[in-house]
């Protein structure tokens, strides 16, 4: 049983209807059998730096992280078991620089983050391929026709 998701808007850099979001990635969850619920922060670049400063210790700003939240014994059904934090305004950024609609690109890498909760890893091309095609499958499934361009 997935729990709810839970979104926490701290950025100025796009209007974001959160019930809407909650609403498709708890769909994602539903395809994925996620176990649990999520926490989902919307940063800009300056919190994102900050974090991935004190989590990887390079300071500047990311697209998303990804922190698995263990259970401990006798959790509620329901509790969050991972969360995602996302720069929005990267995100506004690289959409405008591909011509892409922002609200796909806060979609992609939430569903990129959630992925990495499930164990998916990007840092092999053949792994990275791979995850590419779920995340923009997960993708289609709501109605978001995306691309995923990587850097090399």
């Known amino acids: 049983m997935i729990g709810p998701v839970l979104v926490s808007d701290r950025q ?20 994925l059998r ?14 994102m730096g900050v974090l991935h400063g004190r989590f990887s210790g390079d300071p500047s700003a990311t697209d998303v992280l990804a922190f698995p939240l263990p259970l401990p014994p006798g959790a509620p059904a329901g509790a969050p078991a991972g969360e995602v934090v996302l720069s929005v305004e990267t995100a506004v950024r690289e959409a405008r620089a591909r011509s892409l609609r922002p609200r796909g690109e806060v979609l992609l890498y939430a569903v990129h983050g959630i992925l990495h909760l499930c164990g998916e890893d990007d840092h092999d091309p053949v792994k990275a391929r791979r995850m590419d095609r779920r995340t923009l499958s997960l993708l289609r499934a709501l109605g978001v026709r995306h691309s995923i361009e990587r850097g090399g």
Do not use: F, H, T
Not at 18 to 29: I, K, T
Not at 34 to 47: A, M, T
């Open 12 to 31: 100025r850099s796009l209007r974001i209807d959160r019930r809407r979001l909650s609403r498709d990635l708890a769909g994602v969850l539903r395809r």
């Open 34 to 47: 996620w176990k649990g619920g999520l926490s989902v922060s919307l940063v800009d670049d300056r919190e």
